[in-house]
């Protein structure tokens, strides 16, 4: 059971927009903007997309952005495409005891 | 940043003990943080815990403690991650994972992963 809560899945067809949010508690998504955002696809490892909640590494398009409202972090992807289909999974710094925690993935397909 | 290179796939009996590692390629991971993630079949991400690549430091996870162990191998950069007293249910793909510095709270490049497999 993971500490963070995901939708299982979303979809949208090329060109739309979709929203996956990420819920936790004051303790991890609320208390500091250390949110990441991982995209996997298939047979491959994460791969980093979003960093302290809305930053973009190097190479990642800006179709790609972050927030957070409280205790919940959205991960929006705009002008869908086919290669945005996979697996994403949010995952935050809980402070010094549990460290790391992790959504349970959301599924987005591109219809 | 670092491209990690890690061990091929295992297969353990219950009660086994496996010892994956995770290389990185070209240059030295020195003053890194590199942690440990895994994903059972078809399940999410579980954050295991971290080696500190310059002093060797470990945090693990609490649910990891006490039958995880890891460790490294500076003059090859290499690090390891050693799991206990295998279940089942230990069957995942293995990633290690670099964080570049205390505070830098994300992930990134990962590994290729391991499939660890745990089957009488």
């Known amino acids: 059971q993971s500490a963070l809560t995901q939708p299982r899945s979303v979809s949208g067809s090329p060109g739309q927009s979709v929203t996956i949010s990420c819920t936790g508690t004051?303790?991890?998504?609320?208390?500091?903007?250390?949110v990441s955002w991982y995209q996997q696809h298939p047979g491959n490892a994460p791969k980093l997309i979003i960093y302290?909640?809305?930053k973009r590494p190097s190479g990642v398009p800006d179709r790609f952005s972050g927030s957070k409202s409280g205790n919940t972090a959205s991960l929006t992807i705009s002008g869908l495409r086919a290669e945005d289909e996979a697996e994403y999974y949010c995952?935050?710094?809980?402070?010094?005891?549990?460290?790391?925690?992790f959504g349970p993935g959301t599924k987005v397909t591109v219809l | 940043q670092v491209p990690l290179v890690q061990s091929g796939a295992d297969v353990k009996k219950p009660g086994a003990s496996v010892k994956v590692s995770c290389k990185a390629s070209g240059n030295s991971f020195s003053g890194y943080y590199l942690h440990w993630v895994r994903q059972a079949p078809g399940q999410g991400l579980e954050w295991m815990g971290w080696?500190?690549?310059?002093?060797?430091?470990?945090t693990y996870a609490h649910k990891f403690q006490g039958r995880v162990t890891m460790s490294r191998d500076t003059s090859i950069s290499a690090v390891y991650m050693e799991l206990s007293g295998l279940r089942s249910d230990d069957t995942a793909i293995y990633y290690c994972?670099?964080?570049?510095?205390?505070?830098?709270?994300?992930?990134?490049?990962w590994g290729q992963g391991t499939l660890v497999t745990v089957s009488s």
């Open positions: 994972a670099t964080m570049k510095q205390l505070g830098f709270h994300w992930f990134d490049p």
């Open positions: 080696i500190t690549t310059n002093t060797g430091a470990t």
């Open positions: 004051s303790s991890d998504v609320g208390d500091r903007d250390y």
């Open positions: 995952c935050s710094y809980a402070g010094s005891y549990i460290f790391y925690v």
């Open positions: 302290d909640v809305f």
